[in-house]
């Protein structure tokens, strides 16, 4: 006898609303609060706490001319990779003809 020969049982799978916990039965998940700690508050504590030495290192000298935040930010300028083609072509070219 094979196994396809053989009787099935067929198996009764409850409808949620006859009998399975419904929606006000089922717990909501827990709410969870993060607080991301700004930028400039990051750059207060790191320059208060920032160390001599690393892994043994004297970085005092690096230290003195890390720049600021400021100093790294750069306005959003909007442009297009054929401009900038041409721009890096036209550059290029007066290199090449300056030798």
Known sequence: MSPWDATTEELNIP???EDGPTVKDIARA???VREVTDISELNRNLSMNLPNQIDGFDVSAL???I???ND???KDVEWNYKSLQNEMTQAVIE???MY
């Open 95 to 97: 290199c090449l003809l």
């Open 15 to 17: 409808d949620i609303e």
């Open 30 to 32: 827990p709410t969870v």
């Open 63 to 65: 230290l003195q001319v």
């Open 67 to 69: 720049r600021s935040q």
């Open 72 to 74: 790294l930010m750069e």
